[in-house]
């Protein structure tokens, strides 16, 4: 398994190598960072300009998320909760996320301190960083390693090497209906991990009794702010509608962005259009380039508005080589990626709007749903991997 070096939580270079698959053995990775060194930074990335210019958005989602808070605290309820839940998702998808990657400030504490957010929202910055940074940032749409691939299975195949079952088959239509539980399944989630001290991918080495502690505290903090509170000021049955309502909105919201990411079919092995993909992925993990692997396994689709909107998970590509870089430059990092996978002859995804990713992410569940399982991939790789 990977770990995380003794008493670190957090990757902090964006520009220095990985564990496993080293970004320093990827000749694209090292054409596509040296290109962004001289064109977007011009050498300054030393004095932490990578870290900055988020200040204003980041402003503007804590002003919108105060101002639904009070909203849901005056007039709690079904409305006011999804309201809340829409601001719930943006930090989600921003605030947390560049904080918890050490993207939103040169200054650690403040980085720590939004990345806490996520504890807010009903999330677990600890858990998150882990089987994040550690199980799915570097082991990207690994069917083994990559807790987004595997963990809402058996429910939903994201991977031909995950036994089919009879209800995959529809799994394209039945996801809608479970994307509102998202929330709630974070929080068995985040306990399991807790109580085993690992996710899939990796253990929770290095981390103090204190940040474990942070896990409970957080969420008491949570049901206290989504539940408690309203309960006391307008009674429960308002209370339960209120966070019923901001359950099912922030749910919708994480699982649209989060999950078309890595989930076309250019993204998965053996699936239409796909054989680059294969060839790394199923390649074991010394010999891989990781720098192909991310652009092989991740999507984009829009550009400046929805990078604003999604902290830059958008531009999924750019996200994943640089996650410690702020989203704000992902923009002018995109042109040179883009330039480069194509002089490289990488297969670069990128669709113009969410509207379009959506309906590649359709086709590639229906695909994953009905595609014979893959039996003999995964037996050759542990085989060799052995």
Request: net charge neutral.
């Amino acid at each position: 398994m990977t770990r995380l070096p003794e008493g670190s939580t957090r990757v902090e270079n964006p520009f220095e190598g990985r564990a496993v698959a080293s970004c320093s053995d990827s000749k694209l990775y090292s054409d596509i960072k040296q290109r962004v060194r001289k064109e977007v930074f011009e050498g300054r990335e030393a004095r932490g300009w990578h870290r900055q210019g988020a200040e204003l958005a980041a402003a503007a989602v804590l002003s919108f998320a105060v101002a639904s808070y009070v909203l849901y605290a005056r007039y709690t309820g079904w409305l006011a909760g999804l309201v809340l839940g829409i601001a719930g998702g943006w930090i989600g998808v921003t605030i947390q996320h560049c904080g918890n990657h050490g993207a939103m400030s040169t200054t650690p504490l403040i980085n720590n301190l939004l990345g806490l957010c996520n504890d807010l929202i009903g999330g677990a910055s600890l858990m998150w960083r882990y089987h994040h940074q550690v199980s799915h940032h570097i082991h990207t749409n690994d069917q083994e390693l990559d807790e987004d691939v595997c963990s809402c299975y058996p429910l939903l195949r994201f991977d031909t090497r995950l036994p089919r079952r009879t209800w995959h088959a529809w799994q394209h239509l039945y996801i809608w209906v479970a994307y509102p539980f998202m929330h709630l399944a974070f929080q068995l989630g985040d306990f399991n991990s807790l109580l085993q001290g690992r996710t899939v991918g990796a253990e929770l080495l290095g981390a103090s009794t204190l940040e474990k502690a942070s896990v409970l505290l957080g969420k008491a903090a949570h049901y206290a702010l989504l539940l408690a509170v309203p309960a006391l000021l307008h009674g429960i049955p308002a209370a339960l509608a209120g966070a019923a309502g901001y359950s099912i909105s922030l749910s919708i919201v994480l699982a649209v962005v989060f999950f078309v990411s890595h989930n076309m079919p250019e993204n998965k092995p053996n699936l239409t259009g796909a054989d680059e993909t294969k060839k790394v992925l199923y390649t074991p993990l010394t010999e891989r380039d990781w720098g192909v692997q991310q652009v092989l396994a991740s999507a984009n689709w829009g550009g400046v508005v929805g990078n604003f909107f999604t902290g830059g998970l958008n531009l999924q590509v750019e996200h994943h080589l640089f996650p410690a870089i702020s989203f704000v430059h992902y923009p002018a990092i995109a042109r040179i990626v883009a330039e480069e996978c194509a002089a490289a002859g990488v297969h670069y995804v990128h669709h113009p709007t969410l509207g379009s990713v959506l309906r590649r992410f359709v086709t590639c569940l229906k695909e994953l749903g009905s595609a014979p399982d893959d039996t003999a991939a995964a037996a050759a790789l542990k085989a060799k991997a052995a």
